[in-house]
Nanobody
Framework: QVQLVESGGGLVQPGGSLRLSCTTS????????MSWYRQAPGKERERVGY????????AYIDSVKGRFTISRDNAKNTVFLQMSSLKPDDTAVYYC??????????????WGQGTQVTVSS
């Protein structure tokens, strides 16, 4: 089955950096579109950004542009979220998401269980 596991969250000072990782299994990772979402307490879940299955295209919400970078390593079935210049309002649970289609599975839209990022002094 499709599985995603996030890691790398923690407590960081404002202005600091953190890199999240999402390791995957159960599907052809190189054919998937990978996204990072986040959800703060009392807030709706929002998509932070995504990267296409080729890695040739990516996009981000305005609030993180220039600070966050999504990358993927297809050889390791892993997607990363590099975060810098972190702000307190970046505090949230961050989720990894995989979307795609392949023979034997069909269309899939799967989530990891999330990793907590807390930005605070």
């Amino acid at each position: 089955q499709v599985q995603l596991v996030e890691s790398g969250g923690g407590l960081v000072q404002p202005g600091g950096s953190l890199r999240l990782s999402c390791t995957t299994s159960g599907f052809t990772f190189s054919s998937s579109t990978m996204s990072w979402y986040r959800q703060a307490p009392g807030k709706e879940r929002e998509r932070v950004g995504y990267i296409t299955w080729t890695g040739a295209d990516s996009a981000y919400i305005d609030s993180v542009k220039g600070r966050f970078t999504i990358s993927r390593d297809n050889a390791k079935n892993t997607v990363f979220l590099q975060m810098s210049s972190l702000k307190p309002d970046d505090t949230a649970v961050y989720y990894c998401n995989a979307k795609g289609w392949e023979s034997g599975i069909g269309y899939y839209d799967e989530w990891g269980q999330g990793t907590q990022v807390t930005v605070s002094s």
